[in-house]
C-alpha cells in the first residue's frame, strides 16, 4: 500500500537549516504530485511547498519564499524540503502528502495520502 514516512526533523537554533526527506514506497512515485504541510499547536495544517511529478513545477507558501526549497529524485522515491534561514514560527509538525496526477497541488483537501509526519523545533 502506499506509504510516505517523513525524516530529518529536530531541533535547529534560529538563523539554522534543516532538511526533511519524505521516502515514498508502494506505488509509482511519479505518478503523483507531492507537497510539504505543516501544523503548528492550536493551528490548522497548512501548505507549505509543493512540486508537480517531474520537479520541474514549484510552489510556496509566501512565508517560506526565498528561505525552503522542495525538490524531488523519482529514481530514489524520495521528496525533499531543504530549510534555510529557519525562525521560531517555522516550529511544527511536517508532513509530507501526495496527489495522484501530474500538476501540483496546494490545497491541503485535495491530498490523496499523507505521512505521519516529523517535528521541527526552531529556538530563537
Known amino acids: 500500500q502506499v506509504q510516505l514516512v517523513e525524516s530529518g526533523g529536530g531541533l535547529a537554533q534560529a538563523g539554522g537549516s534543516l532538511r526533511l526527506s519524505c521516502a515514498a514506497s508502494?506505488?509509482?512515485?511519479?505518478?503523483?504530485?507531492m507537497g510539504w504541510f505543516r501544523q503548528a499547536p492550536g493551528k490548522e495544517r497548512e501548505f507549505v511547498a509543493a512540486?508537480?511529478?517531474?520537479?520541474?513545477?514549484?510552489d510556496y507558501t509566501d512565508s517560506v519564499k526565498g528561505r525552503f526549497t522542495i525538490s524531488r529524485d523519482n529514481v530514489k522515491n524520495t521528496l525533499y524540503l531543504q530549510m534555510n534561514s529557519v525562525k521560531p514560527e517555522d516550529t511544527a509538525a511536517y508532513y509530507c502528502?501526495?496527489?495522484?496526477?501530474?500538476?501540483?497541488?496546494?490545497?491541503?483537501?485535495?491530498?490523496?495520502?499523507w505521512g505521519k509526519g516529523t517535528q521541527v523545533t526552531v529556538s530563537s
Open positions: 502528502a501526495g496527489r495522484w496526477g501530474r500538476m501540483l497541488v496546494t490545497a491541503t483537501g485535495a491530498m490523496n495520502f
Open positions: 508502494g506505488y509509482t512515485f511519479s505518478n503523483s504530485a
Open positions: 512540486i508537480n511529478w517531474s520537479g520541474t513545477n514549484t
